[in-house]
């Protein structure tokens, strides 16, 4: 009994056929969303160098440059997004060959986009696994600074010398 199956796309409503300008539409899309992943990716690679240096202060600034890419990235990826949804397509490698099969400078802009996705995926997790390395370098030294500081203070309010709990005078031999 054909009510019994699975809804399938041919039994829906047809795609909307994409007009000349959905098309040119989706080729500006993926050209600008290359510019910023560009971007993206020399950010994550100034994050690195400064993750390995341990520069804080350079981390700090570069912080918000990071955020605000991203989100533009973000605003890309979602208008791409809406206008295959407006296409009945989903937001896929496929739809985007498919409607851009006519065009194959898009379809390669196209695949060094998915592949500099990819370099960006893995220079982020490599920057996540710099800064868990450098958090846990900074909880020992935390750790070690608040054992120190729970030891008996080696100056009075007068500047005199006190011999620490369990050791010898500053200055003994």
């Not at 296409?87 to 592949?115: H, K, N, Q, T, Y």
């Not at 868990?132 to 909880?139: D, H, I, P």
């Not at 020992?140 to 500047?159: C, I, N, T």
Request: proline share 5%; with cysteine.
């Amino acid at each position: 009994n054909r009510r019994d199956e699975p809804h399938s796309r041919s039994m829906s409503r047809p795609a909307p056929t994409p007009t000349p300008a959905d098309t040119q539409r989706l080729a500006l899309l993926v050209e600008a969303e290359l510019i910023q992943l560009r971007e993206f990716i020399a950010i994550l690679e100034q994050e690195e160098a400064l993750l390995v240096s341990g520069d804080s202060d350079g981390l700090i600034a570069l912080a918000q440059e990071k955020s605000d890419r991203y989100r533009q990235l973000q605003r890309l990826h979602d208008d791409r997004a809406l206008l295959l949804a407006r296409l009945g397509r989903p937001d896929s490698d496929a739809s985007m060959r498919e409607l851009c099969a006519g065009l194959p400078r898009v379809i390669a802009r196209w695949a060094e986009l998915l592949e500099l996705a990819r370099i960006a995926r893995d220079r982020n997790a490599i920057n996540g696994k710099l800064i868990l390395e450098r958090m846990a370098t900074n909880q020992a030294a935390l750790s070690v600074l608040l054992a120190a500081a729970d030891q008996a203070p080696l100056y009075d309010a007068e500047g005199q010398a006190h011999p620490m709990r369990g050791g010898r005078m500053l200055g003994s031999a």
